[in-house]
């Protein structure tokens, strides 16, 4: 069964520094999605993403934060400058719709911890 | 801004027993989901109910939608031991948005 992956499943990193995390979506898919999860806490949703461009961003999705498509299969989700709070669980997901109720696949995560 | 929330119970439960939990939400939806997630991994898609209906069945899994109590629940049948994990809820709004609004979650362990 197709499934989203995700690299690298851990990342530890110094404050300030730059982190690319990578996505490989559903093949077929045409919608993706950043999540996040700080320990504890609720999944929150960053960013969609369709047709090469943001489609919706959140208010934690500022400048620091950029997604990009760069070939036919891959999603990262670079955050330019770290902070210690940037530290969580950051999913990927892809969905084949956005309409219709159409279901949204996730990834397993990546783990990011800055210090 | 709306969000699915679940009651904020912790479940412990005996193998074979059902478990139910509940989630409410703040304005209209366009569909409502169920995730599990076992400890520390990814989210699992369990179950997706469109605004329109109000029961639906997969498996072991039965989830109820009152759009007019803004509120859904979710019965696990005949649990087992791996049916241990955290469970959320999430809607997405009516309107073409497709962010997904997640709840806190509910922990339920399945005491084998």
């Known amino acids: 069964e197709p499934e989203v992956t995700q690299t690298p499943s851990h990342q530890v990193t110094q404050m300030g520094q730059e982190v690319i995390l990578h996505c490989v979506p559903i093949s077929n898919h045409l919608y993706f999605y950043w999540y996040r999860q700080i320990l504890g806490q609720k999944v929150e949703f960053l960013v969609s993403?369709?047709?090469?461009?943001?489609?919706?961003k959140s208010e934690i999705f500022d400048d620091q934060f950029s997604v990009e498509r760069p070939d036919g299969s891959n999603f990262t989700l670079k955050i330019r400058s770290t902070k210690l709070e940037d530290s969580a669980m950051y999913f990927c997901?892809?969905?084949?719709?956005?309409?219709?109720?159409?279901?949204?696949?996730f990834g397993p995560g990546t783990r990011l911890l800055v210090l | 801004s709306q969000q699915g929330e679940e009651d904020p119970q912790a479940l412990s439960i005996q193998e074979g027993e059902n478990a139910t939990m509940n989630c409410s939400y703040k304005t209209s939806i366009n569909n409502l989901q169920w995730y599990r997630q076992n400890s520390g991994r990814g989210l699992v898609h369990l179950i997706l109910?469109?605004?329109?209906?109000r029961e639906k069945h997969s498996g072991r899994l039965r989830v109820t939608l009152d759009t007019s109590k803004k509120s859904s629940s979710l019965l696990i049948t005949a649990s087992r031991a791996a049916d241990t994990a955290s469970y959320f809820c999430?809607?997405?709004?009516?309107?073409?948005?497709?962010?997904?609004?997640f709840g806190k979650g509910n922990q339920v362990v399945v005491i084998p």
């Open positions: 109910i469109r605004s329109n209906e």
């Open positions: 993403f369709y047709n090469n461009e943001i489609s919706e």
């Open positions: 997901a892809s969905s084949s719709d956005a309409a219709g109720g159409k279901t949204q696949y």
């Open positions: 999430a809607t997405d709004l009516p309107y073409g948005n497709n962010r997904l609004a």
